[in-house]
């Protein structure tokens, strides 16, 4: 199934997607249409232009490939499936997410990755090809972020507040120099490079997600950041 979306609502498209028999749809001029896929299953989206807020928001397997930028709150609260951005990405990406996988070419804007969480054999995946913004991992409780500023900005690879609240989970920063102000309940370890086989299988992946070459991704120095069992988070909400 192929259509524009030029003039159209985000219920109509959404009814009409759920409607089609097709496992695929190809959307073209997408234009702040927001919940784009809202909990879906079962099918492959193609979209063209620029999605609303809350593309993927509760997504359950469906599997969206982005041709453009997308806005906030991509992937919210998405239990499964895979969301793949050709262009940047606003705040609050993979709010609150459980499952599955979000890749992006480029930037993200603030609080990307914030009370990610894991469960079982569901544990969330966010990568990144540019930079972040501040608040990066806020409040994370599972999970992978991995932010590769594979243009090596000079600006910097994130923003202010890093890992605040982090209590679970891991975060991978390809950097040569450790983000300013961390939290005294985030552990730093330098790595070299990537020797994690599911990290690299991740690499992996984005890099066939976006056509461009594996091979370098593993080189660092990256930044492993976790949180620090010796000064956790919790020792400053309870009584011990």
Same mark, same amino acid.
């Given at each position: ?47 063209? !232009?620029?999605? *609303?807020?809350? &593309? #993927?928001? /509760?997504?359950? +397997?469906?599997?969206?490939? @982005?041709?453009?930028?997308?806005? $906030? ?56 090809? !540019?930079?972040? *913004?501040?608040? &990066? #991992?806020? /409040?994370?409780? +599972?999970?992978?972020?991995? @932010?590769?500023?594979?243009?090596? $900005? ?56 976006? !056509?461009?070459?594996?091979?370098? &991704? ?23």
């Amino acid at each position: 199934m192929k259509f524009s979306a030029q003039g159209m609502d985000h219920r109509t498209l959404n009814e009409r997607v759920r409607a089609s028999g097709d496992s695929l749809a190809e959307i073209a001029d997408c234009l702040g249409q927001r919940y784009i896929a809202a909990g879906l299953s079962g099918k492959t989206l193609r979209l063209w !232009g620029t999605p *609303g807020n809350a &593309l #993927g928001a /509760y997504l359950d +397997g469906c599997s969206i490939e @982005v041709f453009g930028n997308v806005q $906030d709150a991509v992937g919210d609260t998405m239990n499964d499936g895979t969301i793949v951005v050709h262009g940047n990405a606003g705040d609050a990406l993979g709010y609150a997410m459980r499952g599955g996988k979000i890749f992006v070419r480029g930037d993200v804007g603030y609080r990307a990755g914030i009370h990610m969480k894991a469960y079982k054999d569901h544990r969330p995946v966010i990568v990144v090809g !540019g930079v972040a *913004g501040s608040f &990066l #991992g806020e /409040y994370q409780a +599972g999970g992978v972020l991995v @932010v590769l500023d594979l243009d090596r $900005d000079p600006a910097g690879i994130v923003g202010n507040f890093c890992g605040t609240g982090m209590h679970g989970g891991e975060m991978y920063l390809r950097c040569a120099a450790l983000p300013h102000a961390l939290p005294a309940q985030v552990r730093a370890e330098r790595l070299e490079r990537v020797e994690d086989p599911e990290i690299l299988q991740i690499l992996s992946e984005y890099a066939a997600a976006f !056509g461009i070459p594996s091979a370098g &991704l593993a080189e660092g120095p990256y930044f492993r950041l976790t949180p620090n069992t010796e000064n956790p988070y919790r020792l400053l909400y309870t009584n011990n």
